[in-house]
Protein backbone atom coordinates (compact mmCIF):
# COMPACT_ATOMS: atom_id res chain seq x y z
CA UNK A 1 0.00 0.00 0.00
CA UNK A 2 1.36 3.26 -0.96
CA UNK A 3 2.17 5.57 2.03
CA UNK A 4 -0.14 8.76 2.54
CA UNK A 5 0.65 11.69 0.76
CA UNK A 6 1.80 14.30 3.34
CA UNK A 7 0.97 17.97 3.51
CA UNK A 8 4.56 18.91 1.47
CA UNK A 9 3.72 16.37 -1.02
CA UNK A 10 0.45 18.16 -2.49
CA UNK A 11 2.85 19.90 -5.32
CA UNK A 12 4.47 16.81 -6.60
CA UNK A 13 3.24 15.28 -9.63
CA UNK A 14 0.43 12.95 -9.07
CA UNK A 15 2.42 10.07 -11.39
CA UNK A 16 4.46 9.53 -8.68
CA UNK A 17 1.45 8.26 -6.47
CA UNK A 18 -0.10 6.46 -8.91
CA UNK A 19 -1.79 2.66 -8.37
CA UNK A 20 -0.74 0.41 -11.13
CA UNK A 21 -3.04 -2.40 -10.00
CA UNK A 22 -5.85 -1.25 -12.41
CA UNK A 23 -8.04 -3.37 -14.56
CA UNK A 24 -8.95 -1.96 -18.08
CA UNK A 25 -11.65 -3.73 -20.61
CA UNK A 26 -12.14 -3.71 -24.68
CA UNK A 27 -15.30 -1.49 -25.48
CA UNK A 28 -15.56 -3.67 -28.33
CA UNK A 29 -16.36 -6.76 -26.47
CA UNK A 30 -19.26 -7.95 -24.53
CA UNK A 31 -19.86 -8.32 -20.46
CA UNK A 32 -19.51 -12.49 -20.40
CA UNK A 33 -16.73 -12.21 -22.46
CA UNK A 34 -14.89 -9.54 -20.39
CA UNK A 35 -16.04 -11.67 -17.17
CA UNK A 36 -14.25 -14.51 -18.43
CA UNK A 37 -11.52 -12.50 -18.92
CA UNK A 38 -11.01 -10.99 -15.50
CA UNK A 39 -11.11 -14.77 -14.21
CA UNK A 40 -7.61 -15.29 -15.39
CA UNK A 41 -5.80 -12.49 -14.26
CA UNK A 42 -4.54 -11.37 -10.75
CA UNK A 43 -7.20 -8.71 -9.56
CA UNK A 44 -5.59 -6.04 -7.28
CA UNK A 45 -7.38 -5.39 -3.69
CA UNK A 46 -9.19 -2.66 -4.25
CA UNK A 47 -11.05 -2.24 -7.86
CA UNK A 48 -13.51 0.81 -7.57
CA UNK A 49 -14.23 0.89 -11.08
CA UNK A 50 -13.41 -1.19 -14.71
CA UNK A 51 -11.47 1.31 -17.08
CA UNK A 52 -12.86 0.73 -20.51
CA UNK A 53 -10.00 1.23 -23.55
CA UNK A 54 -10.33 1.45 -27.15
CA UNK A 55 -8.16 -0.80 -29.88
CA UNK A 56 -5.21 1.89 -29.40
CA UNK A 57 -5.50 1.85 -25.87
CA UNK A 58 -6.76 5.29 -24.98
CA UNK A 59 -9.23 5.39 -22.12
CA UNK A 60 -12.75 5.89 -23.39
CA UNK A 61 -15.31 5.19 -20.73
CA UNK A 62 -15.68 3.65 -17.04
CA UNK A 63 -17.79 1.11 -16.01
CA UNK A 64 -18.78 0.23 -12.15
CA UNK A 65 -18.11 -2.47 -10.70
CA UNK A 66 -22.34 -3.44 -9.86
CA UNK A 67 -22.91 -2.24 -13.35
CA UNK A 68 -20.81 -4.12 -15.10
CA UNK A 69 -21.97 -7.54 -12.44
CA UNK A 70 -25.27 -6.78 -13.20
CA UNK A 71 -25.74 -6.54 -17.09
CA UNK A 72 -26.71 -9.97 -19.40
CA UNK A 73 -23.37 -11.40 -20.74
CA UNK A 74 -24.48 -10.36 -24.36
CA UNK A 75 -24.38 -7.10 -23.59
CA UNK A 76 -21.40 -4.79 -24.89
CA UNK A 77 -19.12 -3.09 -22.73
CA UNK A 78 -19.25 0.27 -24.76
CA UNK A 79 -22.61 0.18 -24.23
CA UNK A 80 -22.80 -0.14 -20.56
CA UNK A 81 -19.70 2.66 -19.85
CA UNK A 82 -20.55 5.79 -18.63
CA UNK A 83 -18.41 8.01 -21.46
CA UNK A 84 -17.62 11.38 -19.87
CA UNK A 85 -14.74 10.39 -17.87
CA UNK A 86 -12.93 12.69 -15.39
CA UNK A 87 -9.39 11.78 -15.70
CA UNK A 88 -6.33 13.40 -13.80
CA UNK A 89 -3.15 13.85 -16.36
CA UNK A 90 0.00 12.52 -15.74
CA UNK A 91 1.65 15.91 -15.42
CA UNK A 92 -0.90 17.42 -13.16
CA UNK A 93 0.29 18.19 -9.08
CA UNK A 94 -1.34 16.26 -6.17
CA UNK A 95 -3.09 19.33 -5.25
CA UNK A 96 -4.77 19.01 -8.77
CA UNK A 97 -5.72 16.05 -7.94
CA UNK A 98 -7.43 16.96 -4.39
CA UNK A 99 -9.33 19.46 -6.11
CA UNK A 100 -11.17 17.04 -8.57
CA UNK A 101 -11.55 14.57 -6.09
CA UNK A 102 -13.75 17.42 -4.46
CA UNK A 103 -15.24 18.45 -7.19
CA UNK A 104 -16.68 15.16 -8.54
CA UNK A 105 -16.68 13.40 -5.09
CA UNK A 106 -15.61 10.09 -7.03
CA UNK A 107 -13.77 7.15 -4.53
CA UNK A 108 -10.60 7.03 -7.63
CA UNK A 109 -9.69 8.25 -10.63
CA UNK A 110 -7.77 7.42 -13.65
CA UNK A 111 -4.04 9.32 -14.54
CA UNK A 112 -3.85 9.25 -18.12
CA UNK A 113 -0.39 10.51 -19.99
CA UNK A 114 -0.45 13.15 -23.20
CA UNK A 115 -1.83 10.58 -25.58
CA UNK A 116 -5.01 9.69 -23.18
CA UNK A 117 -3.43 5.95 -22.50
CA UNK A 118 -4.00 5.23 -18.96
CA UNK A 119 -0.81 4.95 -16.57
CA UNK A 120 -2.91 4.26 -13.44
CA UNK A 121 -5.14 5.32 -10.73
CA UNK A 122 -5.16 7.13 -7.66
CA UNK A 123 -7.95 6.91 -5.10
CA UNK A 124 -8.74 8.99 -1.73
CA UNK A 125 -6.67 6.88 0.60
CA UNK A 126 -3.91 8.23 -0.20
CA UNK A 127 -5.15 11.63 1.07
CA UNK A 128 -6.18 10.46 4.71
CA UNK A 129 -5.22 7.09 6.30
CA UNK A 130 -8.67 7.82 8.09
CA UNK A 131 -9.89 6.31 5.18
CA UNK A 132 -9.57 1.96 5.65
CA UNK A 133 -12.67 1.06 2.91
CA UNK A 134 -13.36 3.06 -0.21
CA UNK A 135 -17.03 1.30 -0.36
CA UNK A 136 -17.63 3.30 2.77
CA UNK A 137 -19.59 5.96 1.62
CA UNK A 138 -19.93 7.88 5.07
CA UNK A 139 -16.07 7.43 5.50
CA UNK A 140 -15.35 9.19 2.17
CA UNK A 141 -17.61 11.83 2.98
CA UNK A 142 -15.32 12.43 6.02
CA UNK A 143 -12.22 11.92 3.88
CA UNK A 144 -13.70 14.92 1.21
CA UNK A 145 -13.40 16.88 4.25
CA UNK A 146 -10.24 16.28 5.01
CA UNK A 147 -8.75 16.70 1.56
CA UNK A 148 -10.86 20.26 1.49
CA UNK A 149 -8.46 21.08 4.30
CA UNK A 150 -5.33 20.00 2.65
CA UNK A 151 -6.36 21.73 -0.30
CA UNK A 152 -7.21 24.70 1.60
CA UNK A 153 -4.04 24.39 3.52
CA UNK A 154 -1.73 24.47 0.46
CA UNK A 155 -3.72 27.79 -1.06
CA UNK A 156 -3.05 29.64 1.83
CA UNK A 157 0.78 29.58 1.79
CA UNK A 158 0.07 32.91 0.16
CA UNK A 159 -0.92 34.96 2.73
CA UNK A 160 -2.96 36.88 -0.19
CA UNK A 161 -4.88 33.84 -1.19
CA UNK A 162 -6.07 33.40 2.49
CA UNK A 163 -7.14 36.92 2.60
CA UNK A 164 -8.91 36.38 -0.63
CA UNK A 165 -10.74 33.06 0.63
CA UNK A 166 -11.57 34.33 4.91
CA UNK A 167 -11.96 38.26 4.01
CA UNK A 168 -15.65 37.96 2.40
CA UNK A 169 -16.99 35.64 5.10
CA UNK A 170 -15.75 38.08 7.55
CA UNK A 171 -17.75 40.74 5.89
CA UNK A 172 -20.90 38.87 7.36
CA UNK A 173 -19.75 39.85 10.56
CA UNK A 174 -19.12 43.47 9.61
CA UNK A 175 -22.24 43.44 8.09
CA UNK A 176 -24.13 41.80 11.10
CA UNK A 177 -22.65 44.51 13.41
CA UNK A 178 -23.70 47.15 11.34
CA UNK A 179 -27.00 46.50 11.36
CA UNK A 180 -27.31 45.36 14.90
CA UNK A 181 -25.41 49.23 15.60
CA UNK A 182 -28.44 50.68 13.39
CA UNK A 183 -31.10 48.53 15.71
CA UNK A 184 -29.90 49.60 19.20
CA UNK A 185 -29.89 53.21 17.48
CA UNK A 186 -33.65 53.04 16.27
CA UNK A 187 -34.48 52.00 19.89
CA UNK A 188 -32.06 54.62 21.62
CA UNK A 189 -34.87 56.32 23.40
CA UNK A 190 -36.15 53.39 24.39
CA UNK A 191 -33.46 52.64 26.20
CA UNK A 192 -32.62 55.61 27.84
CA UNK A 193 -35.94 54.96 29.70
CA UNK A 194 -35.22 51.34 30.39
CA UNK A 195 -31.58 51.19 30.98
CA UNK A 196 -31.89 47.90 32.01
CA UNK A 197 -32.48 46.33 28.79
CA UNK A 198 -28.71 47.85 27.59
CA UNK A 199 -27.27 45.94 30.27
CA UNK A 200 -28.35 42.89 28.94
CA UNK A 201 -27.61 43.12 25.60
CA UNK A 202 -24.19 41.42 25.97
CA UNK A 203 -25.76 38.50 27.65
CA UNK A 204 -28.48 38.09 25.06
CA UNK A 205 -26.30 37.82 22.12
CA UNK A 206 -23.73 35.60 23.79
CA UNK A 207 -26.63 33.20 24.93
CA UNK A 208 -28.43 33.23 21.23
CA UNK A 209 -24.79 32.60 19.84
CA UNK A 210 -23.54 29.99 21.89
CA UNK A 211 -27.21 28.04 20.85
CA UNK A 212 -27.14 28.90 17.25
CA UNK A 213 -23.84 27.68 16.89
CA UNK A 214 -24.11 24.25 19.28
CA UNK A 215 -27.52 23.24 16.44
CA UNK A 216 -25.07 24.18 13.41
CA UNK A 217 -22.79 21.30 14.85
CA UNK A 218 -25.39 18.67 15.80
CA UNK A 219 -26.76 19.47 12.17
CA UNK A 220 -23.28 19.24 10.42
CA UNK A 221 -23.16 15.87 11.74
CA UNK A 222 -26.37 14.59 11.10
CA UNK A 223 -25.55 15.96 7.64
CA UNK A 224 -23.26 13.11 7.22
CA UNK A 225 -25.10 10.55 7.68
CA UNK A 226 -27.80 10.70 5.67
CA UNK A 227 -28.93 12.25 2.54
CA UNK A 228 -30.86 16.07 2.65
CA UNK A 229 -34.89 15.88 2.06
CA UNK A 230 -37.66 17.90 3.61
CA UNK A 231 -38.50 15.30 6.02
CA UNK A 232 -35.02 15.32 7.36
CA UNK A 233 -35.64 19.12 7.85
CA UNK A 234 -38.87 18.87 8.77
CA UNK A 235 -37.91 16.44 11.61
CA UNK A 236 -34.99 18.67 12.72
CA UNK A 237 -36.51 21.46 13.13
CA UNK A 238 -39.18 19.93 15.45
CA UNK A 239 -36.65 18.57 17.18
CA UNK A 240 -34.34 21.40 17.74
CA UNK A 241 -37.41 23.61 18.62
CA UNK A 242 -38.44 21.61 21.20
CA UNK A 243 -34.90 21.73 22.67
CA UNK A 244 -34.40 25.73 21.96
CA UNK A 245 -37.84 26.32 23.96
CA UNK A 246 -36.72 24.09 26.72
CA UNK A 247 -33.48 26.22 26.30
CA UNK A 248 -34.71 29.70 25.94
CA UNK A 249 -37.41 29.25 29.02
CA UNK A 250 -34.76 27.95 31.47
CA UNK A 251 -31.75 30.67 30.70
CA UNK A 252 -34.72 33.53 30.25
CA UNK A 253 -35.99 32.29 33.52
CA UNK A 254 -32.44 32.87 35.08
CA UNK A 255 -32.04 36.04 33.67
CA UNK A 256 -36.05 37.25 34.53
CA UNK A 257 -35.08 35.89 38.19
CA UNK A 258 -31.96 38.26 38.79
CA UNK A 259 -33.35 41.17 37.05
CA UNK A 260 -36.44 41.00 39.10
CA UNK A 261 -34.38 40.89 42.33
CA UNK A 262 -31.94 43.39 41.40
CA UNK A 263 -34.21 46.05 40.33
CA UNK A 264 -37.43 44.89 41.33
CA UNK A 265 -39.09 45.36 38.01
CA UNK A 266 -41.52 42.57 37.36
CA UNK A 267 -42.71 43.89 34.10
CA UNK A 268 -39.10 44.33 32.71
CA UNK A 269 -38.06 41.06 34.20
CA UNK A 270 -40.82 39.41 32.25
CA UNK A 271 -39.83 41.46 29.04
CA UNK A 272 -36.42 40.36 29.58
CA UNK A 273 -37.19 36.05 29.98
CA UNK A 274 -39.47 36.41 27.43
CA UNK A 275 -37.43 37.83 24.74
CA UNK A 276 -34.27 35.79 25.59
CA UNK A 277 -36.86 32.71 24.89
CA UNK A 278 -38.08 33.76 21.78
CA UNK A 279 -34.88 35.08 20.38
CA UNK A 280 -33.14 31.55 21.73
CA UNK A 281 -35.75 29.94 19.72
CA UNK A 282 -34.76 31.81 16.65
CA UNK A 283 -31.39 31.46 16.80
CA UNK A 284 -31.36 27.76 17.47
CA UNK A 285 -33.29 27.12 14.17
CA UNK A 286 -31.12 29.27 12.02
CA UNK A 287 -28.74 27.40 13.23
CA UNK A 288 -30.27 24.37 11.48
CA UNK A 289 -31.64 25.98 8.50
CA UNK A 290 -28.50 28.25 7.29
CA UNK A 291 -26.76 24.74 7.15
CA UNK A 292 -29.28 22.56 5.42
CA UNK A 293 -30.10 25.54 3.01
CA UNK A 294 -26.42 26.01 2.12
CA UNK A 295 -26.66 21.92 1.23
CA UNK A 296 -29.83 22.02 -0.68
CA UNK A 297 -27.80 24.90 -3.44
CA UNK A 298 -25.00 22.04 -3.22
CA UNK A 299 -22.52 24.79 -1.28
CA UNK A 300 -20.31 23.81 2.01
CA UNK A 301 -22.38 24.24 4.86
CA UNK A 302 -19.51 24.43 6.66
CA UNK A 303 -19.39 28.03 5.67
CA UNK A 304 -22.62 28.35 7.48
CA UNK A 305 -21.85 27.15 10.57
CA UNK A 306 -19.34 30.08 11.17
CA UNK A 307 -19.91 33.61 10.55
CA UNK A 308 -23.58 33.35 8.26
CA UNK A 309 -25.54 31.69 11.07
CA UNK A 310 -23.74 33.88 13.54
CA UNK A 311 -24.50 37.50 11.99
CA UNK A 312 -28.33 35.95 10.78
CA UNK A 313 -28.74 35.30 14.68
CA UNK A 314 -27.24 38.19 16.14
CA UNK A 315 -29.49 40.55 14.27
CA UNK A 316 -32.54 38.39 14.82
CA UNK A 317 -32.00 38.19 18.52
CA UNK A 318 -31.51 42.00 18.60
CA UNK A 319 -34.98 42.67 16.54
CA UNK A 320 -37.01 40.04 18.74
CA UNK A 321 -35.43 41.33 21.66
CA UNK A 322 -36.33 44.84 21.19
CA UNK A 323 -39.58 44.64 19.23
CA UNK A 324 -40.99 42.20 21.81
CA UNK A 325 -40.01 43.93 25.10
CA UNK A 326 -41.14 47.48 23.80
CA UNK A 327 -44.55 45.83 23.25
CA UNK A 328 -44.96 44.54 25.83
CA UNK A 329 -43.74 47.15 28.19
CA UNK A 330 -45.14 50.47 26.09
CA UNK A 331 -48.30 48.43 26.60
CA UNK A 332 -47.85 47.86 29.91
Known sequence: MKPMVAQDDLHQPIREHV?????????????????????????????????????????????????????????????LMVRNVVAVPGSASVLAACELFLRHRFLALPVVDADGKMVGVVDITIFTEELSDVAERHAAEDAFQLIGIKVQSA???????????????????????????????????????????????????????????????????????GSLS??????????????????GVGCGGVVALVVWAWKGRSAVALALGSSIALSMVTACLLGVALPMGVRAVRGDPRIASGPVVLAAADVATLLLYFSLAAAMLESG
Not at 230 to 247: D, H, K, N, P, T
Open 19 to 79: RRDFITLSADRTVGESLGDLRTRTIGEKIVYFYVVDVDGRLVGVVPTRRLLMSGPTTRVEA
Open 155 to 225: RERSPWIGFRYRFPWLLCNIAGGIACALLVGRYEAFLDSVIVLALFIPVVLSLSESVSIQSTTITLQSLHQ
Open 230 to 247: WGVLIRALRREFVVAWLL
